[in-house]
């Protein structure tokens, strides 16, 4: 038998290991699965490094891993927001490595962790700072910068709904990255609003449960 | 001089934009074009966090807290919105599927570069977003900004001095003072905003102005 639940959020993080890389999904303050943050910061570990869109706003679960020095590293497109105040601390005291990577290379390499892809070449940032020291090559007249496959021990990922398959449906703009995080992690955590009794509807699964290890409920929306 | 104010400067820029057109708006002063559809004309906006049909702010009734902008606002969606992941967001970028972006600038030069990510300060971490993928593969890029900053410095330039976004992608710059388009002689005037003359913007501006 197929069954992904797990009973509570301590639970669905307790296999996160110190110097563990996470994704986190989420946009702004959408989709961020806030209680599996919460349990990761109960959970002690660190020396983490964290892939994620955002670095956090005011004492927000994402923000207070960073209070509290357990993260090493940040993989980000935006890490800098109203409010990232944590952030830009532990940045401008120089205990946080930052790698600023554009979102849709972000996505991309991602997603290449998840498809089994070697890397790709994409148009964006080439001729500037963020292409530098990276393999460039012009196809067709198009100049690309070379990316590599970008994957993680952990995904940390928040949906609308589950079944016990691990199936998910998403809610309005609170999808983004929750989708391809999930197929690029070793091991994909997902929080969810409903864990619902029935199977959901085929044709309304986003992400595949093939691609989720554990759901757990978490019935806040932020 | 007779600035523009925020709003005036976001309706001016809806002007341009043509029935039917797939518009990707970016964070800050770009999202608020989004109010300003003038009449008659439907536009599908895009926003990078996953949605195309990006409609008004919400009523305190229709208020959804995962229904946001790249500026993390609360908004609406129009009928036709569809929403789906970053990938797809970003294929719809990069793969020239999109008609036109609007982006805020640090700074924009005649050769048509954009610097909209990173400035010169240490301390200060660098934040791009989207900026780059849209550059890459959207074919009008609009920069919409204040024609100088707060204190006078200029951001409409010979070359910009802080790192590049993309290098000659700009096709129109949109300020407060006046609208210029990107030809390969350099800026040239399409409007000014009412009540100023080029020479008084001519006269703040570091980049030569054509007409």
């Known amino acids: ?222 | 001089m007779k600035p523009l104010d925020e709003n005036g400067m976001a309706a001016r820029l809806a002007q341009d934009i043509p029935d039917g057109a797939y518009v990707n708006l970016g964070i800050g002063l770009p999202n608020r074009v989004a109010h300003f559809v003038p009449e008659g004309r439907e536009v599908m906006y895009h926003t990078e966090n996953g949605l195309l049909g990006v409609g008004p702010m919400p009523q305190a009734e229709q208020e959804d807290p995962e229904l946001i902008n790249a500026s993390k606002k609360l908004i609406t969606m129009v009928p036709g919105a569809s929403l789906f992941d970053h990938t797809l967001s970003f294929a719809m970028m990069r793969g020239n599927h999109l008609s036109i972006a609007v982006l805020g600038a640090y700074q924009v030069a005649e050769n048509g570069d954009l610097a909209n990510w990173a400035t010169l300060e240490q301390n200060f971490p660098p934040a791009v977003g989207g900026a780059m993928d849209l550059v890459a593969g959207v074919p009008q890029i609009y920069a919409l900004m204040r024609h100088n900053s707060r204190d006078g410095t200029p951001k409409v330039l010979k070359r910009c001095t802080y790192p590049l976004t993309g290098a000659g992608v700009l096709t129109r710059v949109y300020t407060d003072l006046c609208v210029l388009e990107v030809t390969p002689e350099g800026f040239k005037l399409i409007d000014l905003a009412e009540g100023n003359s080029l020479e008084e913007v001519q006269a703040v501006t570091e980049a030569r102005i054509l007409t």
């Open chain 1, 1 to 222: 038998m197929i069954d992904k639940r797990v009973s509570d959020l301590a639970t669905a993080v307790a296999p996160i290991f110190d110097g563990a890389v996470i994704m986190i999904g989420g946009f702004g303050t959408s989709g961020i699965p806030f209680g599996l943050l919460a349990a990761l910061l109960d959970h002690g570990t660190r020396d983490l490094t964290i892939i994620a869109n955002n670095a956090g706003t005011g004492e927000d679960a994402l923000a207070l891993l960073l209070r509290e020095n357990r993260v090493s590293k940040v993989i980000c497109s935006y890490p800098r927001s109203p409010g990232s105040v944590w952030f830009e601390k532990r940045y401008e005291e120089g205990l946080i490595e930052l790698e600023v990577v554009p979102q849709g290379t972000l996505a991309e390499r991602i997603r290449a962790a998840g498809s089994g892809i070697g890397g790709f070449f994409t148009p964006t940032a080439y001729g500037t700072l963020l292409a530098e020291g990276k393999e460039t090559r012009v196809i067709d007249g198009v100049g690309y910068v070379f990316e590599k496959p970008l994957p993680a021990d952990f995904a940390l990922i928040r949906a609308e709904q589950a079944d016990r398959w691990g199936n998910l449906r998403y809610h309005a703009t609170a999808r983004n990255f929750n989708p391809v995080m999930a197929t690029a992690a070793k091991h994909t955590i997902a929080e969810v609003r409903i864990l619902a009794e029935e199977p959901l509807e085929p044709e309304a699964v986003i992400t595949p449960g093939i691609f989720v290890n554990s759901v757990v409920e978490y019935g806040v929306r932020p």
